[in-house]
């Protein structure tokens, strides 16, 4: 009986520690697992701060480890948690400040021994040129995205933009699992085989908001309490530009970066020009301005006298050319374009150059004939990206399609290489 008994107490120690094993090598298989989202942004300063988000299931904040590259110490960041809309992760956000321009910043998120970097960007540009990644329209299909993706990441931007349309949901509940994609499409190929991760800024288009429409009427508010209904994923997901859903990075004196809203879940015309119009005016001493929106003023395939496109041209452009901008960079059409530059609607060698069209993940669309569409330099009905490079004052402009082939590049002779 007794022999029994030890034998019986013995079998069930051995299952305890089978258990707690089995247990233990879980929890540290999900300790180790990678996050299921992770996304660097700018809300501030790209020169000194960085906004890190990883999305996981679990509520409970985590600590991101933070390190300047090569020196061995690291610091912890608490995780601010939001949640994912419509969805059962949650973002885990830290924004660090205080960051030194121009660095390398090892991260690890939580327990993950898995180490990624970012690069803060330079204090100056006059002898050491950035490079720009730009494009719209990014998800039809996210093998499309994916493909663009790895080309961009071929060219190592400082940073990417995508100026709307990002993952086709329609600010839809049950389109969440296209959010899904899109940040799977980020996490497999806008993180670089040695750990670094490219930035990513984003603009509104019009899959972002209801039904892809705008709401406009004297009936509708734009506040931020409407605008977070409109388009849920946008304004729930991302640090920048958050509220109002139009915005500007400085980045030092050297160059801004203004994002604007083409009547989605802002009007053209109201607080946003006027807004548009001051922050222009405070930039007088800045070296270089882009822009972008995401209906385009010059279109290479949609109609020319189009509502939006017009709102665009009256209420922007004269703006735009008055602050002596070069580039503007519009998408929506599905299509790669660069225009003459324009200035007062005709094409004039000191006006702005328009550059589209939202190509870089969805099916292309048949273009405008350029012999015969009098602003359109060049339109081809192809998936692209187009890579900006910045040095001091000059620029020139790469675009590039989604199998690696350089498809068009401004200026003809460009002061940078
Ligand atoms: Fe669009």
């Known amino acids: 009986m007794k022999n029994n008994q030890s034998d019986i107490s013995q079998r069930a120690n051995y299952f305890i520690l089978v258990f707690f094993l089995a247990a233990f090598t879980v929890s540290s298989a999900l300790a180790q697992q990678d996050p299921t989202g992770i996304f660097l942004t700018w809300k501030e300063d790209p020169l000194t701060t960085m906004v890190v988000d990883w999305h996981l299931e679990a509520s409970t904040a985590e600590v991101l480890h933070v390190s300047e590259k090569g020196s061995g110490t690291w610091a912890p960041h608490t995780s601010h948690v939001h949640p994912f809309p419509h969805s059962e992760r949650y973002i885990h956000r830290v924004a660090l400040s205080g960051l030194k321009p121009g660095t390398s910043y090892s991260i690890k998120f939580g327990k993950r021994d898995k180490v990624y970097y970012f690069n803060t960007m330079p204090a100056d540009i006059s002898k050491e040129a950035i490079r720009i990644a730009i494009g719209g329209d990014s998800m039809h299909d996210q093998a499309f995205m994916e493909k663009t993706n790895s080309q961009v990441a071929k060219y190592d931007p400082h940073f990417a933009v995508i100026g709307g349309d990002l993952a086709y949901a329609n600010g839809d509940p049950k389109n969440v699992k296209r959010w899904y994609q899109w940040f799977d499409a980020v996490k497999n190929t ?40 409109m388009a849920p994923f946008y304004y729930g997901l991302f640090a920048f530009p958050g509220q109002p859903g139009y915005g500007v990075l400085d980045f030092g004196k050297y160059f801004s970066f203004f994002l604007l809203d083409s009547d989605h879940s802002n009007p053209i015309i109201g607080p946003q020009t006027d807004w548009f119009k001051r922050e222009l005016a405070v930039r007088d001493d800045v070296t270089q301005i882009i822009t972008m929106h995401h209906v385009p003023a010059y279109p290479s395939v949609r109609d020319f006298n189009g509502t939006t496109q017009a709102r665009v041209r009256e209420h922007w452009l004269p703006l735009i050319e008055k602050a002596g901008v070069k580039l503007v960079f519009e998408n929506h059409d599905h299509a790669y ?60 402009i790469l675009s590039i399609d989604e199998d690696g082939n350089v498809i068009d590049s401004y200026p003809p002779n460009p002061l940078i290489k």
């Open 337 to 396: 374009k660069r225009t003459f530059p324009i200035k007062n609607n005709q094409v004039d060698k000191d006006g702005v150059v328009y550059i589209g069209d939202g190509s870089w993940g969805t099916t292309p669309r048949e273009v405008h004939d350029p012999a015969t569409t009098w602003y359109l330099d060049k339109a081809i009905s192809v998936r692209a990206f187009t890579l900006v490079t910045l040095q001091g004052s000059a620029y020139n």
């Open 190 to 229: 806008l993180i670089r085989e040695d750990g670094r991760i490219i930035p990513l800024v984003l603009g509104i288009g019009n899959h972002e908001v209801r039904k892809g429409v705008f709401e406009e009427g004297e009936e509708i508010v734009y506040n931020d309490e409407n605008r977070a209904k």
